[in-house]
Every structure is written in C-alpha cells, then in structure tokens.
C-alpha cells in the first residue's frame, strides 16, 4: 500500500503536533524554558526578601535615636518605638493606628483632629484612626508610651524622650 503525498503531509502535521504537545505539556513553568514569575518565588523568596530589608531599615533609624522624615503626597507607616516623640512639620497628617500615647501642644494650641472636628489641647490621648494634623511648624505632634504604629503624611523628626 502506497501513500499519497497529501496522506504523508497529514501523517506529518499529526506526528509534529504530537511533539509540540508533549514539550509543552512537560515544560516545567518558572525554569528557563518557561521564565514566568510564579506565584510560590513572590511568597517564599521575594516578599521575605523585601520584609528584611524593611525591617532592617526601620531598626537602622530607630537605633540611630532621633531621625527625621518625609512621606510627601503619600503616608508612610511608620514603627515608633515607645517613650519617643513625633513632631510634625505644618501640615503633617498622623494617623494612630496602633499603640497608646498623648498629644504635645504648645500654648499656641494643639494637634487638630479633623475627624472629631476639635483641638486636641496637650495630654490628651491620642484617638486611634483619626485623622490628625500639626496646623504649624512649632514643636506639635504625638508622644508615645507603648509601641505605635503611625501613618504620616508630612515632614516629622522622631526623637526619644
């Protein structure tokens, strides 16, 4: 039995589409085959990555004592350390998300709370999850007695009491 050349070109594109499908079908995704990002390399080794250096950023300015910031347009969260003062720059936005402390004042008046719509005068604890802001450059801002988490949006200089 004879084969026609249109039966060879059949059997050819069959036998090529055979192999195409099992490389594909065996290619291991994430090698150098196949170089996409997976979603275990994020996990177990880029996020952890990231979080270390994170991490040893935030105790390098904590450890240094006093240090000073600037978040711009965008909060940072920021890890203070208790027994330490935020000062805000006129304008700075905190946002207490976690820990305890009270509010510094001057005799010019105090830290303005936009969500309860007040002045928070000197001493007074500072409400966690509101909106806060230093209306001047005169020495205004948060001073914490527990491990606290703040958003600031501004310039701040975090100095240990």
């Known amino acids: 039995m004879k084969l026609s050349n249109r039966h060879k070109f059949m059997l050819l594109v069959i036998v090529v589409s055979i192999i195409i499908s099992a490389i594909v079908a065996f290619a291991a995704p994430g090698d150098s085959d196949d170089p996409l990002v997976t979603l ?9 990555d990231i979080e270390q250096q994170i991490d040893d950023k935030i105790s390098e300015a904590v450890s240094s004592g006093s240090h000073s910031g600037s978040a711009g347009g965008t909060y940072s969260l920021v890890n203070i350390k208790a027994n330490h003062t935020v000062i805000g720059g006129e304008g700075t936005e905190f946002i207490l998300r976690m820990g305890s402390g009270t509010i510094v004042a001057t005799e010019n008046g105090g830290v303005a709370d936009l969500t309860a719509g007040v002045d928070l005068p000197h001493g007074t604890a500072i409400p966690a999850n509101h909106m806060l802001v230093a209306p001047k450059n005169d020495s205004r801002g948060l001073k914490l007695d527990r491990d606290a988490i703040v958003l600031i949006k501004g310039t701040y200089t975090v100095i240990p009491d």
């Not at 275990?40 to 952890?48: A, H, K, Q, R």
């Open 40 to 48: 275990s390399y994020i996990t177990d080794t880029l996020m952890p």
